[in-house]
């Protein structure tokens, strides 16, 4: 009773997984994935042991369609699992067990060059045809494309139960805080009515928290910005600071603490400069209070 989807940019090297379920907490059982490796979809009556064994071997160089026939082959309970998988590179390859094809509603997969949703129980085969179309054509991060496909299976009817938990990982080597575990995005929705709604908005949480900053969204503290960040910086606590549009020393240290603060840790500057995302977040949330 699940709908996700794999896919990759080959250009950045990063591999990704988006779900849906009306089932608590499903990132935990579905979702396995790893930078350099690949990605795999544990669905329907999932053995999640399939997605870490599952990667040891596509680590180890096999194939997707390798991978998928060994986890099979050793599984009494084939019948009732869905799998995607998919390598580094490669075409993906999927599996809907006969079980599983005789559930209400429809189950199967839809492949494409560089990704692969699957669902079951699914309001039709539509749903997994416009999560394909909606990834191939979406501008933008892996990340954001997932999201989008997530979207559109969705919006084409989802799974017959309705929506409880989404999750999304990215993964790339050197991605993670620090660039040290290769997980880029991973965030996941536990409980909530509409899951993919506030796993979008978590990812933008994500994004300003975790990444760091484009260096063309960075911008010189001009006088009117020094203003409207010192006030920020004195409503918060940080004084004293220097009078008028002065944007010195003490002020760039005032707001790398502020930063910390306000978990924005990666954006952090030793310089004159403001991350335009940045700004635009603090002005959001001072009109919020």
Known sequence: MTYSIIGRDPANGELGIAVQSKFPGVGSIVVHASAG???????????????????????????????????????????????????????????????????????????????????????????????????EAAPGALASRLLCALAAGRDAGGELRGQQSAALLVVKPGGGYGGRDGRHVDVSIYDHVQPIDELARCYELHRLSYFPSNEDDLVPIDEAIARELKAVLAASGFRPLPPGAIWDEACIAAMARFMGVENYDNRIRDDARIDLEVLADIRRRRAQR
Do not use: K, Y
Request: glycine share 12%.
């Open 37 to 135: 490796a690949g990605a795999i979809a544990t669905q329907a009556f999932a053995n999640p042991d399939h997605g870490q064994r599952g990667l040891e071997l596509l680590e180890r160089g096999a194939s997707a369609e390798e991978t998928l026939a060994i986890l099979l082959r050793g599984d009494d309970r084939r019948e009732e699992r869905q799998l995607a998988v998919m390598a580094e590179q490669g075409r993906a390859c999927a599996h809907t067990g006969a079980h599983v094809d005789a559930w209400d509603g429809w189950s199967g997969a839809a492949i494409g060059e560089d990704a692969v949703a699957s669902g079951n129980t699914l309001a039709g085969e539509a749903v997994v045809t416009r999560m394909l179309e909606a990834f």
